[in-house]
């Protein structure tokens, strides 16, 4: 399998959501290939930054303002 193929793969191993014969696969290829190993990383730590940013509310007036809008059609 390519790395490119494997790329497609990685954020599903972040997230968790690979089965298990499938992150195994993963798993050995991250041990060989440093590229995609510095990859995981990278994503891993985009991942925890992201989960760590507050959470924000959208005020009932901006809602309302937003469904105020009408669609457009193409």
Do not use: W
Request: glycine share 2%; net charge negative.
């Amino acid at each position: 399998m390519t790395c490119e193929k494997f790329e497609k793969l990685l954020p599903l191993h972040v997230e968790g959501e690979l089965d298990e014969a499938e992150r195994d696969i993963v798993e050995d290829h991250l041990k060989l290939c440093p590229g995609c190993s510095l990859l995981i990383t990278s994503l891993e730590e985009l991942y925890q930054t992201l989960h760590n940013l507050p959470e924000l509310e959208i005020s009932t007036d901006l809602k309302s303002r937003l469904y105020a809008i009408p669609e457009r059609t193409i």
